[in-house]
């Protein structure tokens, strides 16, 4: 079986306001397509409730990195009180999304992923040793890569959410309708 590391333990991004959701979507997968990432779906589910619409989605993308290790970023997305407005901006009705966003991003490594190591007990002591020993510096450059990755991934994300934030500034309620 894989030895699967966590580098990257529950990082956070929270944002509350106005956004793009479709537009949103469309960045992280072309940040993973330009990275090389396969892109899983874990999960995606939607709820209607009174408030607003609560949104889950679960994304587990992953990138070969050798014959021996991959880098996998667990990252899920949920919205709180989603709802569809229609705002007003330099005298045009602009469709948007408001919500309340909590994003958790995990960074894991994982080696020996073809389970090529673990036939006989022979090789899983010869894996040990190889790890220990003479991958140890490789493996630290993968983190390093990973970490880098995460850092980039959520630095876009953020920068794209605080693009609403300044371009609409602060609004109350009664500036917005609902669709």
């Given amino acids: 079986m894989a030895e ?3 580098v990257i333990d ?6 509350d306001g106005l956004f793009n959701a479709h537009e ?7 940040w993973l397509r330009e990275k090389a990432f396969d892109k ?3 999960r995606n589910e939607e709820q209607v409730r009174a408030e607003g619409k609560y949104i889950e989605l679960v994304l587990m993308p992953w990138k070969k990195i050798s014959d021996y290790a991959r880098h996998v970023i667990r990252l899920e997305i949920r919205m709180h009180k989603f ?7 330099d005298g045009q009705r602009v469709k948007m999304n408001q919500a309340k966003i909590d994003m958790i991003f995990d960074g894991y490594l ?5 389970d090529r190591w673990e036939s006989k007990p022979f090789y899983f002591f010869m894996r040990s040793l190889f790890d220990k ?5 490789y493996s630290t450059q993968f983190e390093e890569l990973l970490v880098e990755n995460v850092h980039q991934l959520h630095t876009a994300i953020k920068s794209f959410l605080n693009l609403y934030k300044y371009e609409f500034g602060p609004m109350t309620v009664p500036e917005m309708t609902k669709l």
């Fill in 83 to 89: 709802k569809e407005v229609v705002v007003e901006k």
């Fill in 110 to 114: 994982d080696t020996d992923y073809e």
């Fill in 133 to 137: 020993f003479i991958y140890r510096t």
């Fill in 4 to 6: 699967r590391r966590l």
């Fill in 10 to 15: 529950h990082m956070r991004l929270k944002y």
């Fill in 40 to 42: 899983r779906e874990l």
């Fill in 24 to 30: 949103l979507y469309k960045l992280i997968d072309n």
